[in-house]
């Protein structure tokens, strides 16, 4: 048997033991298109949260999230998604100060010009979640691999995956920043900020995203003391500092919120200064289980749905 029939072979017998991975597959593929939004969320819901969607009474976030989307399809938020077009919104709500610096945006990686690109760079799709090359050291870049990745990951419409519909019309694109590394020196910590109507309710931190053991987050509350829940990814055990522009932060993320149900703003903090991350409507896509699942509900009430025209 050759070497592609063995991975198309394992991963029909992995589709089997795991329905979600069929699912993936099809919808990441275009397979799905035909299957109408609402048809699909209850799907793949019942599927990755392993109970019915509903959504004429929706209570819990992760409900909530799936109405959003059906619901509350604003033009705007394809900016907001968008990692190179968000740009201007920021500049333009809080300031440039707060962006990473562009060193480069490409229709298509061939344009990719490396001997004028610096040692360290990371490269990104712009209209995706996970189109992603970290370089931290350019002489031992697979610019092969680099080209394969970006490339699938430019081919392929994102909102087919998890039919977020801010996605549906961002142009696929690449875009070069600078390399950014906090205090660790090894990694990059990000600060996830939870607005609900415009206030922060919340916050967690990813760490460890390059170890062996994996991504683990914790969750804070507002006067930074751990909460007690786990949503899919692990706690780290650890307590972290507060970061020092953790007001500054809640004040901006408050800014950028506003007027929406519900979103997600990030931040870095590197050698003391903040940067802005990403915006991100729907965390998880809204597939990701709450442990205990009372706190599903609990930020699920958070949430002021907007009352339907």
Known sequence: ????????????????????????????????????DKQYLKLMFIIRIKQKLNLNKPRTFNEKLQWLKLNDQRSEYTTYVD???????????????YLIPILGVYDNFDEIDFEALPDKFVLKCTHDSGGLVICTDKSNLNIKEAKDKLNKCLSRNYYYVHREYPYKNVKPRIICEKYMVDESDTDLKDYKFMCFNGKVKCSFVCLNRNSPHGLNIDFYDLYWNI???????????????????????????????KDIPFVRIDFYEVDGKLYFGELTLYPGSGFEEFTPKSFDELLGSWINLPILK
């Open 1 to 36: 048997m050759s070497i592609v029939l063995k991975k198309v072979f394992t991963r029909f017998l992995k589709g089997i033991a795991n329905p979600q991975l069929i699912l993936m597959f099809l919808a990441a593929r275009g397979f799905l298109k035909w299957l109408p």
């Open 83 to 97: 990692k190179f077009e968000v740009r201007k919104f920021i500049e333009n709500t809080i300031g440039g100060q």
């Open 227 to 257: 909460m007690p829940f786990e949503r899919y990814y692990p706690k780290s055990g650890t307590t972290i500092n507060k970061p020092i522009n953790y007001d500054k932060m809640i004040e901006l993320a408050e800014i950028l919120s």
